[in-house]
């Protein structure tokens, strides 16, 4: 069985849950890193009526460098913010009102960690996708590693779009398709059938 490191991410985009959702690989995720700057670890892309949107964690400036304790800064209430802009930007979704209750879950989930934060997240998700993928978390970081690294192939700079099929978007009118979007876009306009569109990817 493939065994494959990846970073945690917020919202992971399409492309990160291709890798997450593979079968036959084993998961784990990275806790050591140095916390890298300008990464999906803290934030997640949606398409908001202006575009794409890029929604970021504040992180608490404690000092702290390794990815386990890096700690979320409550004083921008972030997370009243994000859920707003979600709703701003998929209310008139095909999807939204199935899935809103439990999305919603995610912002209310009172956790300063970002690692315990991420992976509350990945598990609502894991549930609304109707997955239950396994992973476990490294005890130490290691520079190069046995698993396959994936620890910097999602970089949120790049604008690798992974060749994904379009699908409809709300405001794909105005913009067009926006590709590798978090995985929040994808739920709210196909639905039950992102599951289908995520696993027929493969990427690495």
């Known amino acids: 069985m493939k065994k494959i490191l990846l970073p945690i991410f917020y919202l992971p985009q399409i492309a990160w849950f291709t890798v997450f ?37 504040p992180i608490r400036h404690n000092g702290q ?3 386990h304790a890096i700690e979320t800064s409550d004083g921008e209430n972030w997370r009243a913010l994000h859920w707003k802009s979600i709703k701003t930007a998929y209310q008139s979704s095909p999807y939204f009102e199935f899935y809103e209750d439990r999305l919603k879950e995610i912002f209310e989930y009172q956790e300063s960690s970002l690692v315990k934060f991420n992976l509350n997240a990945l598990q609502i998700l894991q549930n609304i996708l109707k997955t239950e993928k396994a992973y476990s978390l490294n005890n130490e970081y290691i520079r190069e590693p046995q698993e396959k690294n994936l620890r910097e192939k999602f970089c949120a700079k790049s604008k690798d779009d992974y060749g994904f099929e379009p699908y409809y978007q709300v405001f794909s009118d105005r913009y067009g398709f926006l590709p590798n979007l978090s995985v929040l876009d994808l739920l709210c306009n196909k639905g039950p059938e992102s599951l289908t569109y995520i696993k027929n990817k493969k990427l690495y």
């Open 21 to 57: 959702l593979e079968d036959e690989t084993e998961i784990i995720f990275e806790q050591y890193e140095s916390f890298p700057k300008q990464t999906y670890r803290n934030r997640a892309n949606i398409y908001g009526a202006n575009g794409q949107l890029s929604l970021i964690i």
């Open 65 to 67: 460098r390794e990815m």
